[in-house]
């Protein structure tokens, strides 16, 4: 019998805009591309983005319903992998766009934050109950109580961050004062990388062992800048659409290490 792996995936960023919702997703197909059954959760509740691809499946109740303890997580999930032709299955979980929710959530309290990750901390049952490889959570960038729940949340934290300066010093901060207090081991994810010249594969080693001891955690790749993936953005999935674009053989390389973490 195939092993489950069963583990929470969280996404997170110090500063907007690195990439996560699009990781996030396309991660989420090339798992159930090859079989792997997964859930993807929007729990960005400042800027929901998964609504705008799954614009059709939006449920009665969000992600902000169930954190709310209005229903289950059941509820929420929508099994995506019929439409798509997957070979595993992807449930969608998505977040409520509208702005009086967006608004709702910014004022929560702390006492409420406590409640809602023990909220994400239940879902661990969920992995078993629906038979999950993976739950991936996009968040919001930054510090927030939900984004830090989330990470606390997860078995693999992956914090992605572009090569940028202020980026790279604000992660080593950001892994230095929040996930080490977490007792977080951290996996970085470089995206956006812009190279003079193409690398060889002990260039790209060399790139990746001088971030990791930058940020004295483990780089678990490094996707560079493509003008295309820029332009296209939230129209299609690359993981679907155009799947020997390099951004998509980039992130089957990640996919297979998260596959191989312990
Ligand atoms: N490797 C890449 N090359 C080019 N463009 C990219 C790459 N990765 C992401 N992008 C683009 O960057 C933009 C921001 O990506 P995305 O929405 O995934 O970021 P995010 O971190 O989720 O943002 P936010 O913090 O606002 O939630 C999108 O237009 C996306 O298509
Ligand atoms: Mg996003």
Known sequence: MKVKREKVIS????RGGTGKSLIAINLAFLFAKKGLNVSILDLDFRAPTLYTLFEGELQEYTTNDFLNNKCSIE???????GKYKLKGRLFVGLADPSLEA??????KDSKWEMRALQRLLSLKSTIRSLGLDYIIYDTSPGILYSSINAAASSDIPILVSTVDNADIAGTRRMIKEIYSALEKKVFVLLNKFVSREPLSESGWNVIIRRFENTLKSRVIGIIPCFCDVLEVGYQYIFALNRPEHPFVKNLEAVAERINSIK
């Open 75 to 81: 509820d929420v999930l929508v099994d995506v992998s």
């Open 102 to 107: 967006i608004h709702d959530m910014i004022n």
């Open 11 to 14: 996404i997170n960023s110090l």
